[in-house]
């Protein structure tokens, strides 16, 4: 198949997973054309049949805002018919949805038909999806949509609560590349980080205020409290400054290492004694699918579709949002018991293999195919 793929380009989790998929269906034969408007992070591999499509925007001083979605629809425009594509792939409904609709329908006044599927990631439903100002155009751009998926039924369920969705919605769950997180070199990072045996806390995240980083010190200092150890960040993002103020002012700064956006950061994975994971809502939580890959067992709140992955006293443990004692006390018990931890983490791994891209990636292969055959029907 001839499959466009349009997506954040960035280090967030919708990015990552449509890339992977992108690499994924090149790598099975087919041809794929990412067009955004960067070269995506996890775009770190050449194949002659894995192609980037650019969406510049003029910078018009008539505009006091640049519009990103009628140059990216003319785009699509552009790469379907010279690429001769047969089905459009967008991740995030803000604004890639709507922009393939309006590709859609300009293709179509031209004689040429392209579906296109849209897959719901998470804040494009649960936050910024919900705000008045984008709403009726997100409910319009899913209905419009050939196939809609979620990445969780959480999001699914939060999908038809908030929108007035009246269209299937198919769950296909996030997928993962088990030999990434394989034999990782662990020395330096250990060296670095912890050279007397202290064990390894760790969270990545864009460290947007949905992710309650705080959370994750106060969780750190308690534990502290009874067991040497280290707290690990990686990634970046708006509430960095608020959280490294914090680590200042109650003194952890020397314990509390910032890594910043790692590309390699399964290394940082494979040394972690625990994943932190404390955010308000999660529609699927990738982050913690990558560190169970890692057999890290995952300290998590019970929100949105963290439940669908962690599962709770088999592979990590789940608390309420914002119920610092109880992760603290969660975390201990795994510190404290090297049984129990070994457990959990062949527990985790076992769980991260159900998702792993072979069982994955077919499933978007038969949707496509589906999507295409009604199409020409
Ligand atoms: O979590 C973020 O802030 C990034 C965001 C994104 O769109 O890249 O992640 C969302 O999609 C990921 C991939 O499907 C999910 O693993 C994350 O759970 C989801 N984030 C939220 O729901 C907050």
Not at 173 to 178: A, K, T, Y
Not at 228 to 243: H, S, Y
Request: aromatic fraction near 10%; charged fraction near 25%; glycine fraction near 6%.
């Amino acid at each position: 198949m001839r499959i466009g793929i349009v997506c954040y380009p960035t280090f967030g989790g919708s990015g990552v997973v449509a890339t992977e998929l992108g690499k994924e269906l090149a790598m099975e034969g087919h041809d794929v054309h990412f067009i955004t408007y960067d070269l995506p992070v996890r775009f770190d591999r050449f194949l002659a049949n894995l192609h980037y499509h650019e969406v510049r925007v003029s910078d018009y001083p008539l505009f006091d805002y640049q519009p990103y979605e009628l140059v990216l629809a003319s785009r699509i425009v552009d790469v379907v018919k010279h690429e001769k594509l047969d089905i459009l792939h967008v991740h995030y409904a803000i604004p890639h949805a709507s922009a393939a609709f309006m590709a859609r329908e300009i293709l179509k006044s031209q004689g040429i038909y392209i579906p296109f599927v849209t897959t719901l990631h998470g804040t494009d439903i649960t936050l910024v999806g919900k705000d008045a100002s984008f709403e009726p155009v997100i409910t319009f751009a899913i209905n419009q949509s050939d196939a809609v998926t979620a990445v969780s039924e959480s999001l699914k369920q939060d999908t038809y609560e908030h929108f007035d969705v009246t269209r299937d919605i198919e769950v296909i769950p996030n997928f993962i590349d088990l030999s990434r997180y394989e034999g990782c070199s662990t020395e330096g990072v250990i060296k670095a980080f912890a050279p007397k045996g202290e064990r390894i806390l760790f969270h990545a995240s864009n460290f947007r205020p949905v992710k309650r980083v705080e959370d994750i010190i106060r969780v750190f200092m308690k534990v502290r409290e009874e067991i040497p150890c280290k707290l690990l960040f990686a990634g970046d993002g708006p509430d960095r400054p608020k959280i490294e103020a914090l680590c200042r002012e109650i003194g952890s700064c020397s314990d509390v290492h910032f890594l910043g956006k790692l590309k390699n950061i399964e290394e940082v994975y494979s040394v972690a004694d625990v994943f932190l994971l404390t955010s308000e809502t999660e529609s699927f939580g990738l982050a913690a699918l990558e560190a169970m890959a890692s057999r890290v067992p995952v300290i998590s709140t019970n929100t949105g579709g963290i439940p669908e992955i962690n599962l709770h006293g088999e592979t990590g443990f789940l608390s309420d949002v914002g119920d610092i004692d109880d992760m603290a006390n969660n975390t201990l018990k795994l510190l404290k018991d090297d049984a129990l931890m070994h457990t959990f983490k062949q527990q985790a791994f076992n769980r991260a293999k159900t998702f792993s891209k072979a069982d994955i990636i077919p499933i978007y292969e038969n949707l496509y195919r589906k999507v295409i055959k009604a199409k020409s029907n």
